[in-house]
């Protein structure tokens, strides 16, 4: 199930209108300008993973909630899911984000982060609710946390408090894969 720059940008203008807030008004509170707004409201432009979560934050829901809506499977202690039927977010510059876990009640989110060369989560820091854990397996990428840079290369892994502000970027040739934990469902409602 892909999410699109279109669902998403509707689910905004769906948040912001019971609200009561304007536009102008989401705009004071991201920092971000009216034209962008509307154009991420209409599906035009694919907001960065920053943008999504700067969005979040002003209309004060989790970035999950915009995402998915989709309710629990009922039953059930095991669930296969192949690749096709993986949840996908592409943000900006194609960076994508897939649900590895899907089915049940988890606490956690585990998911594969593709960055393509010379793309990042964003051209801002961003923080969120608990901890995350990421190993790199192809190509490298830069964890920016705070003022510290950690330089991943395949098989090296990073820890950190969510809360701290932080942005992953691909400086290399090829596209940067990594498995990747979040201790709160993030991104994505896990059920």
Not at 131 to 144: I, K, Q, T, Y
Request: with cysteine; proline share 5%; hydrophobic share 35%.
């Amino acid at each position: 199930m892909l999410i699109d720059a279109k669902s998403f940008g509707e689910k905004v203008r769906a948040l912001r209108s019971r609200q009561g807030l304007t536009l102008a008004d989401l705009a004071e509170k991201t920092k971000r300008s009216v034209s962008l707004l509307s154009q991420i409201e209409t599906g035009n432009v694919s907001p960065s993973f920053s943008s999504m979560q700067t969005i979040a934050d002003a209309l004060e829901v989790p970035l999950a909630e915009i995402i998915s809506r989709e309710h629990a499977a009922e039953g059930g202690e095991i669930y296969h899911i192949s690749k096709s039927e993986r949840k996908v977010l592409i943000t900006q510059g194609g960076v994508q984000h897939q649900l590895l876990s899907r089915g049940l009640p988890l606490s956690f989110e585990f998911n594969i982060l593709e960055v393509p060369p010379g793309k990042s989560t964003g051209d801002y820091l961003y923080s969120h609710e608990g901890e995350e854990c990421g190993m790199l397996l192809e190509g490298e990428l830069v964890v920016e946390v705070g003022r510290q840079i950690n330089h991943l290369k395949p098989g090296d892994s990073i820890t950190m408090k969510s809360s701290l502000p932080h942005k992953l970027s691909n400086p290399g040739q090829q596209t940067a894969r990594a498995v990747w934990v979040n201790s709160v469902p993030y991104i994505f409602s896990t059920k």
